[in-house]
Every structure is written in C-alpha cells, then in structure tokens.
C-alpha cells in the first residue's frame, strides 16, 4: 500500500515539477484572411565572421611534476606516486598496498611514438624467514659394565 502513495507521489511531483506534460487546452483556429502575395523580394545573405577568442592558456609544451605520499596507519592506507611530463612525454610511477598483503609498484611511460607502457612489481610486505637446521648426528652412548 505504501509503495502506491510513494508511485502517486513521484507522479504528482513529476506533473508539477514539467517533466509529464499537463492535459493540453485545444483552441479554436483564428480566422486566417489571405492577400495576394507580395512582389518576390530579393533576400541578400550576409555571412559574419565567427569570432573565436584565442586560447591564452595554450601551452605547446606543457611540463609538470607531482608527487604526493599517503601512509595512514590506523586505517593501514599506503599509497604513493610520483609523475612528471615534459612535452608529449610522461613517466611516473605509483605504489600501493594490495588487499593480499602485497606491494605493487607500477612504473610507466607514455609518448606519442611508443604509447603507455607500464612495468608492474609485487613483493610481499612481510618477508618470510625461512630457518634451516643442519642435521643432528645421532649421538651414541658407550655402555660400560
């Protein structure tokens, strides 16, 4: 039963807001009285130029560099990058922690000739220690009586 007020709500509320077209009143047709078309006139088209304003903040060779650096121990974010451009040239890399406890640090380049290129490394954030034990002779007892 609620979801009819909700729908009778949300149409009320469409009507009023334009997006539904109200009823449309219908009007009688003026009376139209015709004359005798006048002399066919010359129409002259006049083209005006477009003014288009100049992009002032166009920079043929733009260049910038960037970094910024997150290491949010109660919430355990870790995430940095850093990038920079020069020309039609960028090259960056960025790293985070992945949710399986793995760095990943991506590093890549863009260019106009050989595209987005992008290396990708993962090491594990715990490293694993890993103890070998050399064998134990056995030892053996003489018994004397």
């Known amino acids: 039963m609620a979801f009819k007020f909700v729908t009778l709500?949300?149409?009320?509320?469409?009507?009023s807001a334009g997006?539904?077209?109200?009823?449309?009143?219908?009007?009688?047709?003026?009376?139209?009285?015709?004359?005798?078309?006048a002399p066919a006139a010359v129409l002259k088209t006049v083209a005006h130029p477009v003014l288009a304003k100049a992009?002032?903040?166009?920079?043929p060779h733009p260049q910038y560099k960037y970094a910024y650096d997150v290491q949010d121990a109660l919430s355990g974010d870790s995430k940095s990058q850093v990038e920079e451009?020069?020309?039609?040239?960028?090259?960056?890399?960025?790293?985070?922690?992945?949710?399986d406890g793995f760095k990943r640090t991506v590093q890549y380049t863009a260019d106009p000739i050989n595209g987005f290129n992008a290396?990708?490394?993962?090491e594990p954030l715990v490293k694993?220690?890993?103890?070998?034990?050399?064998?134990?002779?056995?030892v053996y007892?003489?018994?004397?009586?």
Request: hydrophobic fraction near 50%.
């Open 9 to 15: 709500l949300a149409l009320i509320a469409a009507a």
């Open 19 to 37: 997006v539904l077209p109200a009823a449309q009143v219908y009007h009688a047709a003026p009376v139209a009285t015709y004359a005798a078309p």
């Open 55 to 59: 992009d002032e903040e166009y920079d």
């Open 85 to 99: 451009r020069d020309g039609d040239v960028v090259r960056g890399e960025y790293s985070l922690v992945d949710s």
């Open 119 to 122: 290396v990708v490394n993962r």
């Open 128 to 138: 694993t220690v890993v103890k070998t034990v050399a064998p134990v002779a056995p």
């Open 141 to 145: 007892a003489a018994y004397h009586h």
